[in-house]
């Protein structure tokens, strides 16, 4: 028998505050493509519209998207074709039959489904922590035009790093394997002992508050919004 610890008490809210962090920005992008599908809606345009229009507005997210996916693909051995930027619709999608990128890419194993599907995620958590160190730098010297396309650059990274449903698909096996591997292990009282708490936790804290300013930008955008949408409605009644 192998006994250790994992010092999980020390880790447990830090994780939970990211977590929350996360599904909050999660929330205020599907509130704030709600609301700019109703603000196109009210000028006329049509479901189309929408669609052309955010993959206008999150192009270079896009790009990031599907460029890390590329990219680690490639770096794990899996032949890639083509790389999509433009929306596509796709009638069996999950993620509202609509795929703003996308990239070809051989069958992949578990391991490489894995790190691929989890490549935009990560390389925006990297972008996003990095951006939001050079917004304060350039707020402070004053330096406004940057300042603004930083700005930009922040919210559309913010708004397009989670993973699709497609991209959930190719992480399901290797996630099903490790979550069987530790049951296992624990039914044979073998346990780990690590001691990463001290580089966890901050790590945990600069990411957590990353998407706390994520949400509150979108949350900022979704009120200007609204506030136009309110404008059309008393001037339309």
Same mark, same amino acid.
């Given at each position: 028998e192998v006994r250790g610890s994992i010092p999980l008490g020390s880790t447990l809210m830090p994780t939970i505050y990211f977590l929350l962090s996360l599904t909050f920005l999660y929330l205020t992008k599907t509130w704030l493509?709600?609301?700019?599908?109703?603000?196109?809606?009210?000028?006329?345009?049509?479901?189309?519209?929408?669609?052309?229009?955010?993959?206008?507005?999150?192009?270079?997210?896009?790009?990031?998207?599907?460029i890390s996916h590329f990219l680690v693909a490639a770096a794990t051995g899996a032949r890639t074709g083509k790389i999509e930027i433009l929306p596509e619709f796709i009638s069996d999608d999950q993620d509202g039959g609509v795929a703003l990128g996308s990239v070809e890419t051989q069958k992949l194993n578990p391991?490489?489904?894995?790190?691929?599907?989890?490549?935009?995620?990560?390389?925006?958590?990297?972008? &996003?922590?990095?951006? =939001?160190? #050079?917004? $304060?730098?350039? /707020?402070?010297?004053?330096?406004?035009?940057?300042?603004?396309?930083?700005?930009?650059?922040?919210?559309?990274?913010?708004?397009?790093?989670?993973?699709?449903?497609?991209?959930?698909?190719?992480?399901?096996?290797?996630v099903a394997m490790f979550i069987s591997a530790i049951v296992i292990l624990s039914l044979v009282g073998f346990s780990f002992d690590l001691n990463i708490?001290?580089?966890?936790?901050?790590?945990?804290?600069?990411?957590?508050?990353? &998407?706390?300013?994520? =949400?509150? #930008?979108? $949350?900022?955008? /979704?009120?200007i919004v609204l506030f136009f949408l309110r404008m059309i409605f008393t001037i339309s009644s």
């Open positions: 493509t709600r609301g700019i599908s109703r603000l196109i809606h009210s000028f006329g345009g049509n479901s189309n519209s929408t669609i052309i229009f955010w993959s206008i507005i999150f192009l270079p997210g896009t790009v990031i998207h599907e391991i490489q489904g894995f790190l691929v599907g989890f490549a935009p995620f990560v390389s925006g958590l990297v972008l &996003l922590f990095w951006l =939001s160190s #050079l917004i $304060l730098a350039n /707020l402070q010297t004053g330096e406004y035009l940057f300042f603004s396309f930083q700005i930009y650059l922040f919210f559309v990274i913010a708004n397009s790093f989670f993973p699709s449903w497609s991209d959930i698909r190719q992480t399901l096996p290797l708490s001290s580089k966890i936790i901050p790590l945990l804290a600069n990411l957590t508050k990353t &998407l706390i300013i994520s =949400s509150v #930008l979108n $949350l900022v955008i /979704l009120v």
